[in-house]
């Protein structure tokens, strides 16, 4: 079992670029959340997608959007990118009435 | 709304020894439940304990036990006979119970403690 599978990496973006960001869930799971974490900090809640819908949503703009698809991958996008969006962006997998969410090891997105 | 507050930004102990982190958190809610997360330096969230708040006797996994204190709103997290491998981020982090049918509750997080295990 792969677990949870985020990419790339590392990314670096200059200011007002966009961003496309992937999730793979661990097998056997639906549901997909992405996290932000600032240097320093906690994970902050952006969204979360269950069966290709947008489920529920963190204190976040509209310029993070996302889209899950039918094998359950997720992927999050960032547009007009601020030097503020530099963070961990982390991807979490869970299913349905499950509380253990498993955790991919992140994408770090570095704007400029 | 959840807030989760870890007033110990770092600690340190001696490899071998029990340390004892703590947590509160403040909600309205009455069925919940809480979870310590360890992150180490490779970023990937790791759960280490989960606590159902309907459930007075304190979660234990291991070496790691919790001291869940609902009226206080306390969550602390004891690790005894510490290790190396321990050295990581540690963040208490809050879910309310989920009712809807579909997808699950959003986890709420802390800023986390540095935990750094000293050989």
């Known amino acids: 079992d792969a677990g949870v599978t985020q990419s790339p990496t590392h990314l670096i973006k200059t200011r007002g670029q966009q961003v496309t960001l992937r999730c793979s869930p661990k097998s056997g799971h639906d549901t997909v959340s992405w996290y932000q974490q600032a240097l320093g900090q906690g994970p902050q809640f952006i969204f979360q997608?269950?069966?290709?819908?947008?489920?529920q949503r963190g204190n976040f703009p509209d310029r993070f959007s996302g889209h899950q698809f039918p094998n359950y991958s997720s992927e999050l996008n960032v547009n007009a990118l601020l030097l503020g969006d530099s963070a961990l962006y982390l991807c979490?997998?869970?299913?349905?009435?499950?509380?253990?969410?498993?955790f991919g090891q992140g994408t770090r997105l570095t704007v400029v | 709304a959840q807030t989760v507050t870890q007033s110990q930004p770092e600690m340190s102990v001696q490899e071998a020894e029990t340390v004892t982190l703590s947590c509160t958190y403040d909600t309205s809610e009455n069925n919940y439940y809480l979870f310590w997360y360890k992150q180490p330096p490779s970023r990937q969230m790791i759960l280490v304990i989960r606590?159902?708040?309907?459930?007075?006797q304190n979660a234990t996994e291991n070496r790691f036990s919790v001291n869940f204190q609902k009226a206080a709103k306390s969550f602390s997290l004891k690790i005894s006979d510490s290790q190396l491998g321990d050295t990581a981020m540690y963040f208490c982090?809050?879910?309310?119970?989920?009712?809807?049918?579909?997808?699950?509750?959003?986890?709420?997080f802390g800023t986390g403690t540095r935990l750094t295990i000293i050989p």
């Open positions: 606590q159902e708040a309907y459930k007075q």
């Open positions: 979490a997998s869970s299913s349905v009435r499950n509380t253990e969410a498993f």
């Open positions: 997608y269950y069966e290709e819908e947008e489920r």
């Open positions: 982090a809050f879910m309310k119970h989920f009712y809807k049918d579909f997808g699950n509750e959003k986890l709420t």
